[in-house]
């Protein structure tokens, strides 16, 4: 049994699901990590998947940071995407513009994106490249798109179809040589999934005429608060309020709340914070604000009742959040959602061989499939107990024509069973290895035999399976 909290209703808001990266430059974690909140409390935090990755890209640079999480509320379907970016052991470029000043001026314009249905299981990353249309026509000049999050909006579309805005920093230039002296600028777009067919490019979102990057918003009572990280000017983290409805056009006036929010994290530097994440309690008139403390410290939480004041650091010794989680994004789960990645993050199986099955030969895939066991017994990450959890098998070891007996395995359907590493030609990890493969490091994996017998013949079929109404015989 599991030993999850007492029953409530599933449609309920219980608990808060935070995406992250590492800045590990050893351990090379530009992954895409997961932490769940310790039952419906927002300043406490368990990392799923043993502290591992739960997902990997080998697309594009083969390193992803600054990812965000969120949802199309008309189709269900979630979606993280993130900076397409590998700051350790990547291309750091050369000459006299190196690393930060490269990476801005000529790295990825594409921004790396999963999808899932449950949040447990991811698909696997594809990309998108914010400079070009629908068509794949080229719309603007940028460096390199980092830093994406969105905003769902109801009636975005002139029909009443709703789209999520997002919004990205990105150098924006004159020409394709990226000549001339530029600045980072938060840009805006607008999709449905995050993908090429349904994206389209809007323009300047934030223009201070200064580096502006990391914007994060949220939304209450027809208030629309933006926070930004001003690195040109002094402000650091600031916030920003508007009440007009269609926050993202041209001309809405914004009016700023507070600066240099969290630099009381950086010994009083405001340029210390950055990578800010903000997002509403359940259970009060209460808002939470992370900010990242560069380059490698991480989160630390600010909080408020009024957002019109602005933020104070929270300093309550019980806050609880695992080293180096850093600039991400935090979604407000259901109950139902929350216990069921509860339920997927496991950390062992109650046993390993699921046992024996036999089967005709001649029988179909799918018959040897609907045979195998359909879930396997596991035990639960933070003595949560055990669960039941779907198998996927592979069975392509078993020669289903040929009597005999086969060993099959089978992947377990936990937080560990997403394609979360790779390796390249002669397993080699750097980020340019040719053949890139992605693999499953944490899976659960269980095995069975499946014995072939010889197909029965006609005459004795009546034997063993007689007709309705004759007595049964050997």
Same mark, same amino acid.
Request: charged share 20%.
């Given at each position: 049994?599991?030993?999850? $909290? ?23 974690? $530009? ?47 979630y979606y993280i995407v993130a900076t397409d970016l590998r700051v350790f ?131 209450? $009572? ?234 029965a013949s006609a005459s004795s079929a009546s034997t063993i399976f007689p ?8």
């Open positions: 049994m599991t030993t999850f $909290e007492a029953p409530a209703d599933p449609r309920d808001p219980y608990g808060y699901l935070m995406v992250h990266f590492i800045e590990d430059a050893t351990g090379y974690a $530009e992954k895409i990590f997961l932490d769940i909140s310790r039952g419906d409390d927002p300043e406490k935090w368990d990392p799923l998947n043993g502290g591992m990755p739960i997902l990997a890209s080998q697309r594009g640079t083969t390193g992803v940071r600054d990812p965000f999480l969120t949802r199309n509320p008309e189709t269900g379907r052991g990547g291309d750091g470029g050369s000459g006299d513009c190196t690393e930060w000043c490269h990476w801005t001026r000529n790295g990825s314009t594409d921004l790396v994106v999963w999808e899932s249905d449950d949040l447990v299981n991811w698909g696997e990353p594809r990309t998108f490249d914010t400079a070009l249309n629908g068509d794949g026509v080229k719309v603007a000049d940028l460096g390199m798109a980092w830093a994406p999050e969105a905003l769902w909006v109801d009636d975005y579309y002139p029909d009443g179809r709703g789209a999520l805005v997002m919004y990205w920093s990105s150098n924006v230039y004159r020409d394709a040589e990226h000549t001339g002296e530029c600045y980072s600028r938060v840009l805006w777009g607008a999709t449905t999934d995050f993908s090429q067919a349904t994206y389209s490019y809007g323009g300047e979102f934030v223009d201070t005429g200064a580096d502006a990057i990391d914007t994060t918003m949220i939304r209450h $009572e027809g208030t629309t608060y933006r926070v930004t990280k001003d690195n040109g000017l002094g402000k650091g983290i600031y916030m920003e309020s508007t009440d007009a409805a269609r926050w993202w056009e041209p001309g809405t006036v914004w009016t700023t709340l507070q600066t240099r929010i969290g630099a009381e994290w950086s010994g009083g530097d405001p340029g210390g914070v950055e990578g800010p994440a903000v997002f509403r309690s359940h259970s009060e008139d209460r808002w939470y604000l992370y900010v990242d403390v560069i380059p490698s410290i991480g989160y630390r939480p600010m909080v408020t009742t009024d957002l019109d004041s602005g933020w104070s650091p929270l300093t309550d010794p019980s806050f609880s959040m695992a080293p180096h989680t850093k600039h991400g994004g935090i979604v407000s789960l259901t109950r139902a959602e929350y216990d069921r990645v509860r339920a997927a993050d496991a950390v062992s199986l109650v046993t390993a061989d699921l046992g024996a099955v036999e089967i005709e030969a001649g029988s179909s895939a799918g018959d040897l499939a609907a045979a195998l066991p359909q879930q396997a017994e596991v035990s639960l990450a933070y003595g949560r107990g055990t669960a039941s959890l779907p198998v996927t098998w592979d069975t392509a070891s078993a020669d289903l024509p040929m009597p005999g007996t086969y060993p099959v395995t089978g992947t377990v359907q936990t937080l560990g069973a997403n394609l979360n590493s790779w390796t390249g030609a002669g397993g080699s990890t750097a980020w340019n290895a040719p053949d890139r493969v992605l693999s499953r490091s944490t899976a659960l994996t269980v095995t069975a035999q499946v014995t072939v017998s010889p197909r007709t309705p109404g004759t007595a049964f015989r050997r």
